[in-house]
């Protein structure tokens, strides 16, 4: 069984989202307690201890000063949950993107070299995170996404939006195919792909998809904070570089948003 403990992981944040009323954290691997290391995994579909990810999400929840964390069964999709009053699970149905008006809940989105979203509405006091791999971006579930906040209230003109760190194009080799499924999620995909190395494969800007993605959406503002999760390894979990070094499994890497009023 984890212990539990009052120190509290490190996060980082998005200027954007700092603001009275929400708070907002990309979490690190630091600061956990899996695999004898301080890992904070918080995926519950990782080869973990289940005690050990529960504290870890318990440090997330009590970092975010919320009364509860949910996510979701990610499945690389555009399906959105909506969320009108707190819910008896922890980890929720099969879908990509969670959305609230209810103060005190902290919503999670898992990641590791995914896309991680987080987007508030200040006024309709409405949020949502959203897990945005290269499937889900293909599908554009920012949109989605964009979309049920403003069935809640929101809207867009309003919405501010941050992207966490994730796999950058430097680390992101891509097959010959593989630019094709952005043909109808963003303008002039072809832009997004350079030339790699080996004949015929490209590098991918997956995070520079998102960011057009959001912006083509007439959002408030957006930024997107930086970071390689393939590269950084002190500070990230990376499912590609554990692929890369034919590792048994990765860690799940939470961000996380919360109205706190």
Same mark, same amino acid.
């Given at each position: 069984?984890?212990? !539990?403990?009052?120190?509290?992981?490190?996060?980082?944040?998005?200027?954007?989202?700092?603001?009275?009323?929400?708070?907002?954290?990309?979490?690190?691997?630091?600061?956990?307690? #899996?695999?004898?290391?301080?890992?904070?995994?918080?995926?519950?579909?990782? $080869?973990?201890?289940?005690?050990?990810?529960?504290?870890?999400?318990?440090?997330?929840?009590?970092?975010?000063?919320?009364?509860?964390?949910?996510?979701?069964?990610? +499945?690389?999709?555009?399906? @959105?949950?909506?969320?009108?009053?707190? %819910?008896?699970?922890?980890?929720? %149905? !099969?879908?990509?993107?969670? *959305?609230?008006? *209810?103060?005190?809940?902290?919503?999670?989105?898992?990641?590791?070299?995914?896309?991680?979203?987080? &987007?508030?509405?200040? +006024?309709?006091?409405?949020?949502?995170?959203?897990? #945005?791999?290269?499937?889900?971006?293909?599908?554009?579930? @920012?949109?989605?996404?964009?979309?049920?906040? /403003?069935?809640?209230?929101?809207?867009? /003109?309003?919405?501010? @939006?941050?992207?966490? %760190?994730?796999?950058?194009? /430097? #680390?992101?080799?891509?097959?010959?195919?593989? %630019?094709?499924?952005?043909?109808?999620?963003?303008?002039?995909?072809?832009?997004?792909?350079? =030339?790699?190395?080996? =004949?015929?494969?490209?590098?991918?800007?997956?995070?520079?998809?998102?960011?057009?993605? +959001?912006?083509? /959406?007439? @959002? &408030?503002?957006?930024?997107?904070?930086?970071?390689?999760?393939? +590269?950084?390894?002190?500070?990230?979990?990376?499912?590609?570089?554990?692929?890369?070094?034919?590792?048994?499994?990765?860690?799940?890497?939470?961000?996380?948003?919360?109205?706190? $009023?």
């Amino acid at each position: 069984m984890a212990e !539990q403990s009052t120190t509290l992981p490190p996060f980082l944040t998005a200027s954007v989202l700092g603001f009275s009323g929400v708070k907002h954290g990309y979490f690190t691997r630091k600061g956990g307690v #899996s695999w004898g290391r301080e890992d904070l995994n918080c995926g519950l579909g990782a $080869d973990d201890d289940p005690a050990d990810v529960n504290e870890n999400r318990r440090r997330v929840a009590q970092a975010m000063g919320a009364a509860k964390l949910v996510s979701l069964y990610q +499945v690389h999709s555009a399906d @959105v949950v909506t969320l009108t009053r707190t %819910p008896d699970w922890d980890r929720g %149905p !099969q879908a990509d993107a969670l *959305v609230t008006n *209810v103060p005190g809940l902290c919503l999670g989105a898992l990641s590791a070299d995914c896309g991680a979203v987080l &987007a508030a509405d200040p +006024v309709a006091g409405v949020i949502a995170s959203a897990h #945005s791999g290269w499937k889900g971006t293909s599908l554009n579930i @920012v949109r989605s996404t964009l979309d049920a906040m /403003e069935r809640l209230g929101a809207r867009r /003109e309003r919405i501010v @939006v941050g992207l966490g %760190p994730m796999i950058r194009q /430097e #680390s992101y080799e891509v097959g010959p195919d593989f %630019p094709d499924h952005f043909a109808g999620a963003v303008d002039d995909h072809r832009r997004f792909f350079t =030339p790699a190395t080996k =004949p015929g494969h490209f590098m991918g800007d997956i995070a520079g998809i998102i960011a057009a993605q +959001v912006q083509a /959406e007439g @959002v &408030a503002s957006f930024q997107d904070i930086g970071g390689d999760t393939y +590269v950084d390894e002190d500070r990230f979990f990376s499912a590609r570089r554990g692929f890369h070094r034919q590792e048994p499994d990765y860690g799940r890497l939470i961000s996380c948003i919360t109205l706190t $009023d």
